[in-house]
């Protein structure tokens, strides 16, 4: 058997590089060359019971070899295009009477017996022309010489073949279920649910099988080879091979292919790739996704766009040997938002708005003369929210708001403004907003940076408390009211009272202490203080203040909870 093969091996060097040597299944040769990786390097040799992972250049056939020694032999070939459409052909031819070992006397001369072999086309066996994972397979082969001649005329690509002997006792691959299809069980607007039925590799012959999901946008996949390439964020799609199943023919880590070793580097053409004429750009990454997510044969896709196709692809994958088959690949599109009713906006007036905890709601402002700025005021009334606004489609703002706020945009003749507000993700949020193309019209008062009340403690009596609070350069009118709490009264109930939309008249007349006008024009003097008395000594009490602006419309201050001395 080793001369059989060191004298195929003289027949094949001489040959170009698509012509080369190969193994038979001999099983102690075959784990010698199992083991010792370079043997085949630079080789196109098919190794029986294993998948070699190699590339093909646009429009550059590349041959491959395998022999079968005995008529009558089983076999399976199975070759997976990656990233693009292959032409292969399956044929066979003799093997030189020598070569065969059933020759008798000297050898014939080296040089006749290449033209013995390069010369005969060999009988066509199987051809095909796709880029879907196909299969030859044969109970009963005859010996000869197999040749797998593969072309690409679409792009650069690369792609894996299998070929084994013994089909029924190797099994590399997972096996499909009687019904192979994906099934979309549950359809939501941002999930997708899919179900499965599971190998027969996993549940009847006890092989460990893990599942990868991948989902993109674009079309299915008919291979995890072919996922692979698209994942790559460059022309890197060989994975690091696993010692003993994978073989990469060279090193192509100049042409984009990682590796992690040198073999190669030495021969003269690696060394000046540019002689290819082939330059090799960066892709983009592509919106495409894969999870493995064990043994389970139901998972729910999350996180997805509303009303949006999805691709959904799965594949069984043998952990042992680690090769895939693919199931019936399925496409959904998940459900529709629901439809929002847009709120018209009235140029001057202030609108109120509730949103749900995570929504959104959708107002329309249409200005019925030419303007030339257009003003949005927004008050948040608890935490904050995002405010988008858009003219005629074009994003102009997109902001935070907490408190009180107001945004002035350049103004266009005709223009339409649509305005996006989302919710806060802690709770319902409630706001007021107010859209003029008036550019004196403001409703809302000005607030200083910091709208916290400060109490001295120092000050602080069995009667009274005094605090201070800021201001700004515009005259508004301030008052502070004054409500007893419990004594256990906590920061979630101070909370809840945090509402900064309601006004003083939401108050009862007895809370009210005072009300004053105050303003400065040295903003680093705007500061105000007032004295509370009439207080019981040793109570809690919860202080705000209210500033008024010229339309009447209030914020509230952060609320203070203060406490009385007991002893004085």
């Not at 399976?76 to 070569?99: F, G, H, R, Y």
């Not at 948040?380 to 945004?407: H, M, P």
């Not at 996006?420 to 409630?430: D, P, Q, T, V």
């Not at 409703?443 to 800021?470: G, H, M, N, Q, Y």
Request: glycine share 6%; net charge positive; proline share 5%.
């Amino acid at each position: 058997m080793l001369l059989l093969h060191c004298l195929l091996l003289l027949l094949l060097l001489p040959l170009s590089s698509r012509m080369q040597k190969l193994p038979t299944r001999d099983e102690e040769l075959f784990q010698m060359q199992i083991r010792d990786k370079a043997f085949f390097h630079d080789s196109s040799v098919i190794p029986d019971g294993a998948e070699i992972s190699s590339y093909l250049f646009r429009d550059t056939p590349k041959r491959y070899f395998f022999v079968v020694e005995e008529d009558n032999t089983p076999l399976a070939v199975t070759v997976t295009p990656c990233d693009a459409p292959l032409e292969w052909k399956l044929s066979v031819q003799e093997l030189p009477e020598e070569a065969s070992g059933e020759g008798s006397g000297e050898p014939e001369p080296l040089e006749q017996q290449k033209q013995q072999i390069t010369n005969e086309e060999g009988t066509e066996l199987f051809s095909y022309k796709g880029n879907d994972v196909e299969y030859f397979v044969s109970s009963s082969s005859p010996s000869g010489l197999y040749q797998l001649d593969l072309l690409s005329t679409e792009k650069d690509t690369h792609f894996k073949v299998y070929a084994t002997t013994t089909p029924e006792s190797d099994q590399p691959y997972p096996e499909l279920p009687y019904d192979p299809r994906i099934d979309v069980t549950s359809l939501g607007r941002t999930t997708v649910t899919l179900a499965w039925k599971p190998s027969p590799t996993a549940s009847l012959l006890k092989q460990p099988i893990q599942y990868c999901i991948v989902i993109n946008k674009e079309h299915n996949f008919k291979s995890l080879c072919a996922v692979e390439a698209k994942l790559s964020s460059d022309d890197a799609f060989m994975m690091a091979p696993k010692p003993g199943l994978d073989f990469s023919p060279f090193d192509f880590a100049h042409f984009g292919f990682p590796s992690d070793n040198n073999a190669g580097k030495e021969r003269g053409f690696l060394k000046s790739p540019s002689k290819f004429g082939r330059q090799i750009s960066s892709k983009p990454r592509v919106d495409l996704h894969k999870v493995c997510i064990g043994n389970k044969n139901i998972f729910t896709v999350s996180d997805l766009k509303p009303d949006t196709q999805y691709y959904f692809d799965m594949f069984a994958v043998n952990t042992n040997t680690n090769l895939s088959t693919a199931y019936v690949g399925t496409f959904a599109r998940t459900k529709e938002e629901a439809k929002q009713k847009t709120v018209e906006l009235k140029d001057g007036k202030v609108t109120d708005v509730f949103i749900k905890r995570k929504g959104a709601k959708f107002l329309r402002f249409a200005p019925v003369s030419s303007h030339q700025k257009v003003t949005f005021s927004v008050h948040s009334c608890l935490d904050a929210v995002q405010i988008q606004v858009r003219r005629d489609g074009k994003l102009l703002l997109s902001q935070n708001v907490e408190g009180v706020r107001q945004f002035q945009l350049r103004g266009k003749a005709k223009a339409k403004y649509l305005i996006r507000l989302k919710g806060n993700k802690k709770g319902a949020s409630m706001l007021k907003i107010l859209a003029t193309t008036r550019p004196n019209k403001q409703l809302f008062p000005s607030l200083p940076e910091d709208t916290r009340i400060k109490a001295f403690d120092k000050l602080r009596t069995c009667s009274s408390v005094t605090v201070a609070w800021l201001g700004t350069q515009e005259r508004n009118k301030f008052c502070i009211y004054k409500k007893e709490v419990d004594d256990n009264y906590n920061e979630e109930q101070k909370k809840r009272e945090q509402n900064q939309c309601l006004g003083p008249d939401t108050r009862k007349k007895s809370e009210k202490v005072l009300c004053k006008y105050f303003h400065s024009q040295n903003i680093q003097k705007a500061v105000t203080t007032e004295t509370i008395r009439g207080l019981q000594s040793g109570k809690s009490y919860l202080l705000d203040v209210y500033v008024i602006g010229h339309g009447g419309h209030s914020v509230k201050y952060q609320s203070k909870l203060v406490k009385t001395r007991k002893f004085c």
